[in-house]
C-alpha cells in the first residue's frame, strides 16, 4: 500500500485484503475502530476455518458451497443467529469490495440468506431504578463524584459509552448546555445537557477532575485514577458496583442508560424524530425499537391494574 495512503486506526492483521477492505471501510463510510476491529475478527476467523479445511481454501477462493459449510459448522459449534447474521454481513461486504475491485470475477455471498432475526427489546430501567443508581455513589469521595456526574450525564444525553467515557473538554459547552459528539460512521450531532446534569458538571470539573488529574495533562472530561481516559470496560465495571449498591437486580449493560434514556423520552411522549437525532441513528427504523418498549410498558400496566386485563 502506497506510503501516502492513510491508514484506519486498527491493530494491522497479516492478510492485506482484509487490511484493504477495512482500510476502504475507514475511509469511505468512516467506521469507528471498535466496529473496524469487529469485521477484522469476523474475516480473520473465517479465514482461519477455511486455512483448517482438507483441501485448505483462500478467501480469494471460497464458493458458495463454502459459505454454506462454514453456516453450519458455526450452527454446530453453538453460535447464535445473530452472531451468525453480524458474520455473515461483514463477510457480504467483504466480497462485494472484492468484486467492486476485480479481485474476484463472482460474490460467492450472492445467494447467502441472512439467518432471520426477531427484534430483541434492549433492557432498560424504570425511573425510580435511575434515580437509585444515580444516588448510589458518595459524592463526598473524588471518584464517587466522578461516577455521580458519568451517571448523569449519561442518563441525560443518551450517549453511547464510547462517546462517553472518550469525551474531550472542547466538546463541552457549559454556557450554552451543551455537548457536540461524534458518533458512528463520522456523524456530529449536539445533544443538551439538562440542568441537572450541568450542574454536577459544574461541580466535577472545579473539584474532583482536578484533584484526579494531580497536575497531568488530559483533555479527557473523566480520567481515571491515573489521569487518562476511561476505558468502556472499566466504566461497565462501575456502573455494575453501583448497580448493585442501589439494589438493583435488573442486569446492567453499558448500554442500559442509554436505553433508559430513550425509554423514558418516549414514555413521556417524545417525538421520534427528536429521540433518533439525539441518540445519533442514522435510521429511524433503529429508533422505532423504543416505541415497542412503551407499548410492552403500557401492556404490563394495563394487565396489573386493569380489572377485567
Known sequence: ????????????????????????????????????????????????????????????????????????????????????ARTLSTLRGFYRYLLRE????????????????????????????VEALLAAPDVDSVNGLRDRTMLEVLYATGLRVSELVNLQLAQLNLTQGWVKVRGKGNRERLVPLGEEALDWLERYLATARVDLLRGRDCEAVFPSNRGRAMTRQAFWQIIKRHARQAGIATAISPHTLRHAFATHLVNHGADLRVVQMLLGHSSLSTTQIYTHVARARLQRFHARHHPRA
Request: charged share 25%; proline share 7%.
Open 1 to 84: 500500500m502506497p506510503e501516502s495512503t492513510p491508514v484506519s486506526p486498527r491493530i494491522r492483521g497479516d492478510d492485506p485484503l482484509i487490511d484493504q477492505f477495512l482500510d476502504a471501510q475507514w475511509m469511505e463510510r468512516g467506521l469507528s475502530r471498535n466496529t473496524l476491529t469487529a469485521y477484522g475478527n469476523d474475516l480473520a476467523r473465517f479465514g482461519e476455518w477455511l486455512a483448517a479445511r482438507e483441501p485448505a481454501t483462500t478467501l480469494e477462493t471460497v464458493a458458495h458451497a463454502d459459505l454454506q459449510d462454514y453456516v453450519a459448522w458455526r450452527h454446530a459449534q453453538g453460535f447464535g443467529r445473530r452472531s451468525t
Open 102 to 129: 476485480k479481485c474476484i470475477e463472482v460474490d460467492p455471498t450472492a445467494l447467502i440468506e441472512l439467518p432471520r432475526l426477531g427484534r430483541a427489546l434492549p433492557g432498560s430501567l424504570s425511573e425510580g431504578e
